[in-house]
């Protein structure tokens, strides 16, 4: 193992940068450095290129720096923009993409949630088309605009802890997280207008204690949380000591339509249950069952928890999915071929540094 990186990696706080070493503990204070500490180590051990400088941010607006050397890696940005510096670094790794479509389709599928959903999408649509006409302009102009990669989000509470079989675990399904996203007071308004986040949770607990009080002899470890801050600071080994003991993970949406939980169900071999997501290469074909409805979930959950030989071979899936696609180990080789494939290109022109 080497002793140090051999590319510098700096995070990006709104008031200031600081170096990091993804060989090192995660950061106190940016969530996620421990999943991408090892998918950067990963990468390092596929990639021969040295003296890049990696910024990880969730600014899509502005870097410390930019040029040739320089790879953004960024963490958050949920319209999907595309960042306003792609063609002036490297390349661009994105966790959100830069495009999305209206999924789940409310005509096709309608539900409050679906449709509220579909009207935050089209205002993120909105969102998005001053940097996607920018960067269609540019592809007039240019032939070598640098590459933007979508990852993974990754995990953002959990530890190693001792894998259990299947047909070891404790809980037939687990839950915990927020409803509301935000604690404490509110404006008036937000009492009567629920974001797209509510109204699917609101309506998955409503679902999942009807399916609890219909059948108790399951075991439905339901912790509803306050906030969204108040989900992610539950301590690290319990929630992934939780995470281990449960066969079926339920996996609502979040302020947008993707969530660490479904990487965190995956790594600890759950079966997700999910809502609509983005088409991306780590989503397309995974092995997670479906609800258009949460009112859809306790039918599905009953009968995949009825059917022994279903449940394993679905447990196995979901794990060999996280091997082979979303581990840290996957997503650092991802990254690495997509840095290697700029090695040929055209450097970013000095013009376009300023």
Known sequence: MPSGPRNDYILCFPDRTERWSPYGPPHPHWLRTAYFGRVFQAMERHLDLEGLTVYLTAD????????????????????????AYFDRVRA????????????????????????????????????????????????????????????????????????????????????????????????????????????SRERMVDALRALQERRPDLS???????????????????????????????????????????????????????EALPSRWFYDGAPALRVSDWREAPALIEALLGDTARLRDRHHAVREWWRTTCSEEAVGQYMARGLAATVDAVPVPTSSLF
């Open 60 to 83: 899509e607006r502005t870097l410390p720096s930019y040029g040739p050397h320089v790879v953004a890696v960024l963490q958050e940005d949920q319209p999907s923009r595309v960042p």
């Open 92 to 199: 661009t790794f994105t966790c959100h993409g830069i495009r999305q479509s209206i999924r789940p389709n409310p005509l096709r599928e309608p539900s409050l949630p679906n449709a509220l959903s579909a009207g935050m999408q089209l205002l993120n649509w909105g969102r998005r088309l001053p940097g996607r006409l920018r960067r269609a302009g540019l592809q007039y102009s240019r032939d070598d605009l640098p590459p933007i990669y979508t990852i993974p989000l990754g995990y953002a509470n959990q530890v190693e802890v001792p894998y259990r079989r299947i047909e070891d675990r404790d809980h037939d399904l687990f839950f915990a997280g927020s409803v509301a996203h935000l604690d404490g007071s509110r404006p008036a308004w937000r009492g009567w207008v629920r974001s797209p986040k509510r109204a």
């Open 220 to 274: 439905l470890a339901l912790h509803i949380r306050s906030s969204f801050r108040a989900a992610v600071s539950s301590p690290a080994a319990w929630y992934s000591e939780q995470m281990m003991k449960a066969r079926i993970c339920p996996i609502p949406r979040g302020t947008s339509l993707e969530s660490f939980r479904f990487f965190e169900a995956l790594r600890a071999g759950c079966i997700p249950i999910v």
